[in-house]
């Protein structure tokens, strides 16, 4: 706890200011929460209404190419406050869109803004925060992100209660805030495009290492197990015979142990070697979820968020950190959202694909998911490095 204290000591005083700027934004995220209940109220059937969250999605895999590109061409801060700006607008006229047709393409405009900042956050916390402290400083990034989580949803839902619009434009006035934030208080970080850099090859070179080739295929499989959470695990438990308030209280058991344990795990096992961390988070991730096949009891679902969210605070923060030492410098921020995108695609494969095993034979979508943290565990720890990584 001691080395924990000092760590805490040493985060630079611009890391905290991102941090908070983070639990404001991620505290204000009132919309997508809502958004199915949104529609469903406004007489649109529940297939609109996911195919409408779906269109989200897909702008978040637009954000994550795009946001590391910004990152790195006009700087960290800038495409923070790019994010949170556009992101308001995006959320005031979709707050306002009466067609179908404006809902869809909105959706997918609000996903391409409102993460647009995640790449920039991750690439700012490695050139601001000292090598050494880098696993603690994602966890706090991650601490800040749940702990808005964990009130934002309820404090929607009390303003959905009184308006709509409400939802809306509280979202939009916590994304100014922090956009304000960011423009008076965090630094710009590295901006390390040049105008001889060929187009496309900051990806090339990614690409062309079979360690970073290997940690992204990991990664997607990881988060295509890990997005069963809120699809399939959902369904589990109210098959079981259990209320949607306790899937609720079970995601919240999940939150819950983050905040409390995830700084604690990290400041133990952020001075070993990453690969080994991440491999037994993904092989535990895998496990937990293929528990969930025999688990049909409260206490026992509650061991299985045990397991997987165990699993989570291993891989999260690490993962990143140790992306960021396989990145070469001039490519921080895109290497940063490559990363991102390999999760965005597991959020697209994993609910489509598990709600599909899921109604077909729900044991093979468990036995599957223990099988993908067997593969990804094993792609981690695949590719010997044979070259330093970078501070």
Known sequence: MTRLRDQLRRQPA?????????????FGSFVMPMLAIFLTRRGYSAPQAGFAIGCYGFGLLIASAVGGHL???????????????????????????????????LAVFAGATTELYRPASHAL????????????GFALYRFAINLGFAFGPATAGFLANRSFFLIFAADAATSVAYGIIAIFALPQGLRTYSKEERAGEAVRTAFADSRVVAFLAAAMLAAT?????????AL?????GFSAATYGALISL?????????LIIIAR??????????????????IGFGLTGLAHTVPALAATVVVWTTAEMLYSPMAATHMMQLAPERYRGRYMGLLVTAWSLGMVIGPTTGMMLFERHEAILWSACAVLGVVSATLVMSRKDTTPLRG
């Not at 790195?72 to 607008?89: E, H, K, Q």
């Not at 069963?228 to 695990?233: A, I, L, N, Y």
């Not at 096992?269 to 895998?286: C, E, F, H, K, S």
Request: no cysteine; proline share 3%; glycine share 8%.
């Open 14 to 26: 611009a890391a905290w200011i991102l941090y908070g700027g983070t639990f404001v934004n991620r």
């Open 71 to 105: 990152a790195d061409r006009i700087g960290r801060r800038n495409t923070i406050v790019l994010s949170m700006f556009t992101s308001a607008a995006a959320m005031l006229a979709l707050s306002q869109a009466r067609s179908y047709s404006s809902i869809v393409i």
């Open 125 to 136: 916390l490695g050139d601001i925060v000292p090598f050494e402290d880098r696993a603690i």
């Open 225 to 233: 197990v890990d997005y069963q959470m809120g699809s399939t695990v």
């Open 236 to 240: 589990h438990v109210t098959r079981a």
């Open 254 to 262: 999940n939150g819950v142990l983050i905040i409390l344990f995830e």
């Open 269 to 286: 096992v952020q001075r070993m070697d990453p690969r080994p961390v991440i491999a037994i988070g993904y092989l535990l991730n895998g």
